[in-house]
């Protein structure tokens, strides 16, 4: 399947089962504005469905931001209505990032603030340039973070952490943001990329199935309890017992030889 859609503010490289989603609006800072979440969900809808891509990384263009938030131009003139609207679309394309069958890592080249720092939440995994910024300031603009932050980012980095970012809305650079485990590396500028497909191809070399599904697991889990989670976790693993990729993995591993799997 191939990207038929024209997008004005994004782009999508394809090469050797690595997608790179680049949110493409560097004179306002890759801002997210309503288009460009319009033009993302377009874009995450498509990339579910391709066979091409194993894991997608998440980056923003140019050399000093990620994301710098949601755009602010196009939200001051909004009320109370058009607030919630606006939120809700954001949530529910950040949602399509988290629930996506794929692997996803946030490259974070710069500033990730806001709607930024949540666009980076939605992944799976982020690795930060050495000049990566995150920050929730959006109490300093009279809101709250409105994509997912209060949320995900105290799932991520725990409460006090999270309360912390949000009610000061202080910007933390990237070895702050590594210490608490918002960023699970740091890695020069120019290694981003590179380092982010060495990661990507590290999880390429394992039974895809089994890579989906354990996504699967760890997310729905973290939403139930500790037992239910368990019970989910054990009905999971007995059905990859019918898939042939378990076959070969494990003669593989027996037999000394490098499995090759073929998603079945
Ligand atoms: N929205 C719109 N435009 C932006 C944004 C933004 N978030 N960030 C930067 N820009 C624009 C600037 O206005 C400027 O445009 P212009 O050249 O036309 O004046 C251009 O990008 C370059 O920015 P700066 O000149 O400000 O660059 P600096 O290097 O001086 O500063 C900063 C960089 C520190 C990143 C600064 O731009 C900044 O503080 N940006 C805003 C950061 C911010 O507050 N982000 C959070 C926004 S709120 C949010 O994301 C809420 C998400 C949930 C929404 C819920 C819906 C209700």
Wanted: some cysteine; glycine content about 10%.
């Amino acid at each position: 399947m191939e990207i038929n859609q024209t997008y004005n503010y994004l782009s999508l490289a394809i090469e050797q089962g690595i997608g790179t989603l680049t949110i493409e609006r560097p004179k306002v800072l890759n801002a997210l504005s309503t288009e460009v979440l319009e033009e993302l969900e377009l874009m995450l809808d498509d990339i579910a469905m391709m066979e091409t891509i194993d894991v997608l990384l998440v980056t923003g263009a140019g050399e000093k931001a990620f994301v710098a938030g949601a755009d602010i131009a196009e939200m001051k003139e909004k009320r109370v209505f058009e607030g919630r609207a606006f939120s809700e679309v954001g949530n529910r394309v950040f949602s399509k990032l988290a629930n996506l069958r794929q692997p996803t890592i946030a490259c974070v080249n710069g500033f990730a603030l806001g709607g930024g720092c949540e666009l980076a939440l939605a992944c799976d995994m982020r690795l930060g340039a050495e000049n990566a910024k995150f920050g929730q300031p959006e109490v300093g603009l009279g809101i709250i973070p409105g994509f997912g932050g209060t949320q995900r980012l105290a799932r991520l980095v725990g409460t006090g952490m999270a309360k912390e970012l949000i009610f000061t809305g202080n910007i933390i650079d990237a070895k702050e943001a590594h210490r608490i485990g918002l960023l699970n590396r740091v890695v020069p500028a120019e290694e981003l990329i590179t380092e982010a497909q060495n990661l990507a191809n590290q999880i390429r070399k394992n039974a895809p199935l089994a890579v989906e599904l354990s996504k699967e697991v760890i997310d729905r889990g973290l939403e139930m309890p500790i037992e239910h989670g368990l019970r989910l976790e054990a009905e999971v693993f007995g059905s990859l017992f019918s898939t042939e990729d378990q076959t070969e993995g494990m003669d593989a591993f027996l037999n000394r030889r490098k499995a090759s799997f073929t998603k079945q």
